[in-house]
């Protein structure tokens, strides 16, 4: 758990833009010894809190010797806390920055004094451009990967197919700070076991820092780390009544200047799903056909493995190089069975069929990382470096069987694609400080992604008795996009008042060309992307703090919208790409107010937004009243508007006992040339989690989303109730064993309606959500500083060893 602690303390030195302290000639001196032996403690983590709300100033690893030193803290009252595996925390109130002298840490299970923390941070905590959730504490999510740690985030929304969605709009997926390495976000997602995963930060506002795709804002997963000197290693793996098998290997290795990490997870599941669609005419088409109805039931299976290797190595003081290679495999089947009845005006049979799809699918990718990290001995002075290459592979086959009772022959469909993509990212970013309090921050970042992808449908022609290739089904395209940024931001405080203003500007090439369609794709686009975020703390009570945020965001279309294809899977419902997509600009304002209560630990967040997405792009469907045929495409709708209100609080009732609530009110307005909808939409998520006697910990899980607006209609509401239960055993908490129920009252599916002018559907899709979970989780290791170090011969073992000249990754944290 001290590690873990270490990695929070490493991501919010990181992050946190405002909390920035003055330098001054003053400094803190001191030895952390053990109180047993007397020997040096190296590589403890030292850190200074502030005394009012417990947020880091500052942190150093102690050096072979057991000294630290701040040399340049401003004067005010802090506690020092300094933590190290095997000891008890140790902490001390500072008020005179003077030399502190030897303090003494006691090994696990013996009692010090120690002084109480007023402040600690809860499970939530809000940041001036960030939310930032501790995925330790979702119960429900143990066994399951980063797609279930997210379904407990408020305001995200995952849907039956784990698209993810942020308050309705699209979402990018960062891991640890940086875009997915293995493509899309839902591969991405599916490949991180939640285990591995430490916190994830929500950010619906990023600041010019960050890459301008995705209209709403960006989720970071943030993974565990263990770079203390000594080993560490978890095992984890776990079953599921709904067909699933998983586990997982993470280990990491320090040895003085190199730190070596590894991991590995493996998942089998099988998943049952069904739909049913029901739709009405206005219009009969040509046939007579007046209402129509499927009723669909499949089953799909997959196979996905994955892993990454690397090293950190610590050059000295101020420079760290990590490399990285990681892989990904995944194999699925699936098969589709559909029932299909079209009635006429009094629902009289006209026709009925069957249409059974059967598909494979294979794709292996891999990713290589370069990153460097140079700091210096002023505070807050970094430069950092960044390079990725991945490279993902796709092999698919698919088979389409329908058969009419009123046709002479069936109709066969033999399907087969292939896909080559590669993705550069290459990023540089630079820090110093700003004026007495601030910060300066400049950085640019190059994306390159080449897409090929072939793409053959060969149609049974019963006459000549063999295949022949669809010219109108099958499509060979190449795509590419290449988007070059750069940014600059300024941070400072004047009293209480924080600020962070910063523009983005990005030049975009998007170009494409259809082989079989013989169509092209020629976009340009340069966009300045400004971002301002203000933080005042009140001056009666620093407990207390506003924050205002203003940023411009961009969703382009992809590659699959832009390019021309014809996907027929459904035969009633066949979806398109448009090659006439512009990109979507959204302007986003945000005003929130958080308080915490230092006597109950409460924490309460609540805040007001409006964002304006003009050309918003979104999916709409056309009945074609000859043939009875639906065609849904991507296109440049509307402008949607949203106003909303967001309300969070985290209540302790009890003693280990604490629950938090999210209430999130929104109405959306949709205006364009052919469209025109609004909607009052609202939703709420309450996480209710207690510890109990006998190191069992329970989490009850509880969600519900209002219908949501959508251009030709609603998403029609969804609920749903999950538990969880941890039992915690061994010394340090070394062996878990959880027992989670996903949907308890199955009561989770994705529904919705449409009324156009030429129809009103109602469409529904339900998969197994209902189910039960077990994971086991062991995991041991030593961190110790002189574990790996040579002996002295065997008469001299009695004396200190002698004192090796390595030194810690950074001087600070």
Not at 524 to 536: A, E, R
Not at 582 to 609: A, I, Q
Request: aromatic share 12%.
């Amino acid at each position: 758990m001290r590690n873990s602690v270490l990695i929070l303390i490493t991501a919010v030195l990181a992050t946190c833009y405002i909390s920035v302290q003055a330098q001054s000639t003053n400094s803190l001196t001191g030895k952390a010894v053990d109180a047993s032996t007397g020997k040096p403690v190296e590589y403890a983590s030292v850190v200074i809190l502030q005394e009012n709300d417990s947020s880091v100033l500052t942190g150093m690893y102690t050096k072979p010797d057991g000294s630290f030193s701040f040399p340049t803290i401003h004067p005010g009252n802090y506690i020092l806390r300094i933590s190290f595996m095997g000891y008890d925390n140790l902490y001390k109130h500072i008020t005179n920055l003077k030399p502190i002298g030897t303090l003494k840490l006691t090994p696990t299970g013996k009692v010090l004094a120690t002084v109480e923390i007023k402040s600690q941070k809860p499970a939530f905590s809000m940041q001036i451009d960030r939310q930032v959730f501790d995925a330790g504490a979702f119960v429900t999510a143990e066994g399951g990967t980063g797609t279930d740690i997210l379904k407990n985030i408020p305001s995200v929304d995952v849907d039956i197919d784990d698209n993810v969605t942020l308050r309705g709009k699209s979402v990018t997926i960062y891991v640890d700070g940086k875009p997915s390495p293995f493509g899309d976000a839902k591969t991405a997602l599916q490949m991180l076991p939640a285990e591995t995963i430490d916190r994830v930060e929500v950010i619906n506002n990023p600041s010019a820092k960050f890459e301008a795709n995705g209209g709403g804002g960006i989720i970071n997963i943030v993974l565990k780390k263990d770079k203390a000197i000594g080993y560490n290693v978890m095992f984890n793996a776990g079953l599921a009544t709904r067909g699933q098998v998983n586990g997982t290997a993470n280990a990491s290795l320090r040895l003085k200047k190199f730190n070596f990490f590894g991991n590995y997870n493996g998942r089998y599941e099988s998943a049952t799903g069904s739909g049913y669609s029901y739709r009405q005419n206005l219009t009969a088409d040509t046939a007579g056909t007046w209402f129509f109805s499927q009723d669909s039931h499949n089953k799909n299976t997959s196979h996905q493995n994955g892993g990454r290797i690397g090293l950190d190595y610590y050059l000295d003081d101020y420079n760290t190089f990590t490399l990285s290679e990681g892989f990904s495999s995944s194999q699925g089947n699936s098969e589709d069975n559909i029932l299909l009845d079209y009635l006429g005006q009094t629902k009289n049979p006209l026709k009925s069929g069957e249409r059974h799809n059967t598909s494979g699918n294979n794709n292996p990718n891999n990713n290589t990382s370069f990153n460097f990290r140079h700091t210096t001995s002023r505070q807050n002075e970094e430069w950092t470096a960044y390079v990725s290459f991945s490279n993902n592979k796709g092999n698919s086959h698919s088979n389409y069987f329908t058969n009419y009772n009123t046709a002479a022959h069936p109709d066969q469909q033999a399907n087969t694609g292939r896909s080559r993509n590669k993705f550069w990212n290459i990023q540089t970013d630079y820090s110093t400080p700003f004026g007495k309090k601030g910060k300066f921050e400049t950085g640019a970042k190059i994306t390159l992604r080449n897409n090929n992808n072939d793409y053959n449908a060969q149609v049974y022609d019963w006459d000549s008795m063999q295949y022949e290739t669809s010219g109108l089904l099958s499509n060979t395209y190449y795509y590419r996009e290449d988007i070059y940024g750069a940014y600059v931001n300024v941070s400072n405080a004047i009293g209480n008042l924080g600020y962070m203003v910063g523009t983005r500007v990005e030049q975009a090439y998007l170009n494409g060309y259809s082989y079989t369609k013989d169509t092209s794709v020629d976009n340009k686009f340069f966009n300045v992307f400004p971002s301002l975020f203000l933080k005042y703390n009140l001056p009666h009570n620093q407990d207390q703090s506003l924050i205002f945020n203003y940023s411009t965001r961009i969703d382009r279309p992809n590659f699959d919208q832009l390019l021309p294809y014809v996907n027929n899977s459904d035969p009633q419902n066949i979806r398109v790409g448009n090659p006439a997509l512009r990109p979507s600009l959204t302007h986003k304002f945000e005003t929130n107010y958080s308080r915490y209560y230092p006597g109950s630990k409460d924490f309460l967040n609540t805040g007001v937004y409006y964002s304006q997405a003009n050309d918003d792009i979104d999916r709409i469907s056309v009945l074609d009243t000859t043939t009875g045929i639906t065609t849904t495409k991507p296109m440049n709708l509307a402008t949607d508007k949203d106003w909303g209100a967001n309300f969070t609080y985290n209540l302790h009732i009890l003693k280990g006992w604490n629950v938090s609530s999210n209430l999130n009110l929104e109405y959306s307005k949709l205006t364009g040339a052919t469209i025109s909808n609004e909607y009052f939409s609202w939703g709420i998520n309450v996480n209710s989690n207690c510890r109990l006697p006998g190191r069992f910990n329970i989490q009850l899980n509880a969600h519900y989303r209002s219908p949501r607006v959508q251009p030709q209609g609603t998403f029609k509401a969804m609920n749903g109730i999950d538990m969880g239960v941890r039992k915690e055993m061994l010394k340090n908490n070394a062996l878990a064993i959880s027992l989670n129920i996903s949907d308890i009252l199955n009561t989770q599916q994705y529904s919705s309606h449409y009324e156009t002018e030429a129809f009103i559907q109602d469409y529904s899709r339900k998969r197994m959500t209902r189910f039960i979970r077990l994971n086991i989780r062991y995991r041991f290791g030593k961190m110790d500083p002189n574990l790996f170090k040579r002996k002295k011969k065997q008469e001299d073992q009695e004396e200190m060893p002698e004192i090796e000249d390595k030194k810690p990754q950074n001087g600070r944290l």
